[in-house]
């Protein structure tokens, strides 16, 4: 799923089987966060759009069932990951 402006200050809770690919659109706007957490088995996984950069600490998708990341709009085209990431 391609993230959309919609999605800003929302929660999402995934509860999908498999891994879940969330790609952050590089025309999201200013202030644009969003919270996830995997719910099911399938790790959800922070992918970059066309030009834009992902930075975490530790890695770009969740730890494992009950794992809660955020994503934070640094700067055009720049996002923050952060929270129980793995790599």
Same mark, same amino acid.
């Given at each position: ?12 809770? $995934? #509860? ?5 690919? %969330?790609?952050?659109?590089? &025309? ?7 919270? +996830? ?14 030009? $834009? #950069? ?5 890695? %770009?998708?969740?730890?494992? &069932? ?7 709009? +640094? ?13």
């Amino acid at each position: 799923e391609t993230m959309a402006n919609t999605r800003t200050d929302c929660h999402l809770y $995934v #509860t999908a089987p498999a891994d879940v690919t %969330l790609t952050l659109d590089p &025309q999201l706007l200013q202030g644009f966060n969003v919270t +996830v957490t995997q719910m099911g088995a399938g790790q959800v996984i922070i992918a970059p759009g066309a030009g $834009v #950069t992902v930075n975490s600490r530790a890695g %770009l998708k969740t730890a494992g &069932q009950y794992a809660t990341i955020k994503v934070d709009y +640094v700067s055009k085209l720049a996002y923050a990951v952060s929270g129980d990431t793995a790599v």
